[in-house]
């Protein structure tokens, strides 16, 4: 695998994501009709819950990338190290995403402005990790030969 396929598999996870924070939102919107009240104190349990998750999730996802991508270097096959980069990356975007996706229907369902906050928050750093083509290049500069090609 080269490394325009990797990027390509990349941006392809990512519009996956995007997609699903997209059906985040509607499933919000419906459930939001079909949910009359929920008791306060089940609110302030499930806010608290999901603000500790964002506030532990970010930081950790993104320092758990970095050290799995010290340790991917390490790997001997090419192959395997552009495998361990493609599911890390799917890593780092799963641990956003839940955090995004609990915030979008606490918002809808709860009707917590608060959640408005974290949702940003989660876009940002959503933002943050696009796989543009000169990210994917410094990060897979650890380990990628000096010509980008596959060392057999």
């Known amino acids: 695998m080269d490394f325009s396929t990797t990027h390509k598999q990349l ?16 499933i919000g919107y419906i459930a939001a009709m079909y949910i009359s009240e929920v008791s306060p104190s089940v609110v302030n349990v499930l806010k608290t819950i999901v603000i500790l998750y964002v506030l532990i999730s970010i930081p950790l996802s993104l320092s758990l990338f970095k050290r799995r991508l010290a340790k991917i270097s390490t790997y001997g096959a090419h192959e395997d190290k552009i495998r361990g980069y493609i599911n890390i990356s799917r890593i780092r975007i799963l641990f956003i995403m839940i955090g995004l996706l609990c ?12 959640m408005l906050y974290l949702i940003g ?6 933002v943050l990790c696009i796989p543009t083509h000169n990210r994917v290049e ?15």
């Open 11 to 26: 941006k392809y996870d990512f519009v996956f994501a995007v997609g699903v924070a997209l059906l985040g939102v509607l």
């Open 103 to 114: 915030a979008i229907i606490l918002f809808f369902v709860c009707k917590l402005n608060d």
């Open 121 to 126: 928050i989660e876009l940002i750093i959503l």
């Open 138 to 152: 410094q990060e897979m500069a650890v380990f990628m030969p000096e010509n980008n090609e596959i060392v057999e």
